[in-house]
């Protein structure tokens, strides 16, 4: 197999909009879905290039519908679906992808998959996305489009120092956000590109798609 350039990977999560998904579908050159995830390949009328993990959340109706595509049977109870299916994405040298499906309903399994994605970080250009909200990882800078009004949230997975924020409602120049800060909730776009950037650390970008109705404050 070719190197991958854009991944669609779709998990079992919270059900993320089929329009969505097919339109997420068009912008990659593979489809890869984590075991459930196939099932809502299937509703949303896309056909998978290959399912992968331990296969335990499949139906039989979906089995065979996907009948003529490739399987990727891999039983360690010691990594999650998600987990494998990075790292099928990291052997096959793939530069991007994006994660549908990955949150909502357990919330344990939503945080779990938040942590899992930070030893591909660097390896991987990962962003997750669901209905209106997309999250990004950031080790060092990052530049994002938005809607100007846009909500945004930084969420420190570690301690970060020389955050520094641009195009946001409230900017930081050089701050530090420990772990476990709500200094950095609730940011606003007040541009269509804004910047993140830090010296050190870990954090996940959280950004809504549309813009909120009540009006920046001067």
Known sequence: MQALNHTLLIGNGEPVSSRLLRAWARTADFILAADGGAEQARAAGLTPDLIIGDLDSVSLTTRRTFAATAWEHLPDPHRTDLQKALDFLVKHHCRRVTLAGFTGGRIDFSFGNLLAIYPYAKKLDIC??????????????????????????????????GVTLRGLQFPLQNAYLPLGTTRSLSNQATAKRFTVSLTSGFLLVYQEENARRSPLRK
């Open 128 to 161: 997750l996305a669901g209905n209106g909200w997309r999250i990004y990882p950031v080790f060092r800078h990052r530049l994002f489009t938005a809607q100007p009004g846009a909500r945004v949230s930084l969420l420190p997975l570690k301690n970060c120092r």
